[in-house]
């Protein structure tokens, strides 16, 4: 049986520049698409989420340009990640699919809705904001607090960035890791420090940005994030939500910018329904 554990890596060749990808999951007409988020590889989705999705649709995973084993180097820019992956989605044969947005992931989600508003049937944006979000800029820093952390505590910069430092918080870092480890061969190359340096780029950039419309987003959109999340406020979930015509918004309990992780059993069933439409 094919998992998000053992399923292969392949890779297509857009313009030039072989990108890594994993497909798995149930046959459906349209694909799910997941976009990961700052510092992220193929490895580091959820296995839970993968395999609670492609239990009823088909899911695509992908190294955008420059990220672990695609080639290249990653742009500066949200647009240009953007462009990349709707180069990506095509080069695969699709005219139509759903999105799945984590952090940056939302970010370029959205920003794909926009420059390709026919490619997206609906959209799940988790952990992220609008561009021109107040504070944004502030995630160098937020970002450089949580590396320093997990250098001297040996470890993972995420159990400072993405769960509430309290006992449930700490559970679910726990849990987290131990399922990302579940995946012992093939694993993906390490996220790079140009990589980093540039998507931390894009980000900044972003929260500088002028705000987009959000109004032209006509599709639907299931908006989720934790309650106190530190690297982009829950407030900015709570904006994007009000922004754009046809959301839902979902917010998590006593968890932070990984709560769709922590609350996976909530979050999963809430997502097969969203799409179910």
């Given amino acids: 049986m094919i998992t998000w554990n053992n399923v292969p890596t392949h890779t297509v060749d857009v313009d030039g520049v072989p990108f890594a990808y994993r497909e798995l999951g149930a046959k459906s007409e349209v694909p799910v698409v997941f976009l990961h988020h700052f510092a992220a590889v193929l490895d580091d989705w959820d296995p839970r989420v993968i395999d609670g999705i492609a239990a009823s649709h088909r899911v695509i995973t992908f190294d955008n340009r420059g990220v672990g084993a695609t080639g290249s180097d990653v742009p500066g820019d949200l647009e240009a990640m953007a ?26 989600a959205q920003m794909v809705a926009l420059e390709a508003p026919d490619l997206v049937r609906r959209m799940v944006v988790a952990g992220s904001g609008p561009r021109g979000g107040g504070g944004i ?29 309290n006992p449930e918080g700490r559970k679910a870092a726990a849990e987290y890791f131990e399922r990302l480890a579940e ?71 006593n968890s932070g910018h990984g709560g769709v992780f922590q609350h996976h059993r909530e979050f999963v069933p809430e997502v097969l329904r969203f799409l179910a439409g």
């Fill in 183 to 253: 995946r012992t061969q093939d694993r993906d190359r390490s996220i790079s420090r140009q990589a980093r340096n540039a998507q931390l780029r894009a980000i900044t950039a972003g929260g500088l940005h002028a705000p987009d419309d959000l109004s032209a987003i006509k599709v639907p959109v299931l908006v989720a994030n934790g309650d106190n999340d530190i690297m982009v406020a829950s407030e900015h979930s709570k904006d994007m939500a009000r922004r754009l015509p046809n959301a839902t918004l979902r917010i998590y309990p």
């Fill in 137 to 165: 800029w502030k995630m160098p820093f937020i970002v450089g607090s949580a590396y320093f952390k997990a250098f001297v505590t040996r470890k993972d910069p995420r159990h400072y960035l993405f769960f509430p430092s």
């Fill in 83 to 108: 462009a990349d992956a709707i180069a990506f989605i095509r080069a695969l044969g699709h005219d139509r699919v759903d999105l799945f947005g984590f952090s940056v992931g939302g970010a370029v």
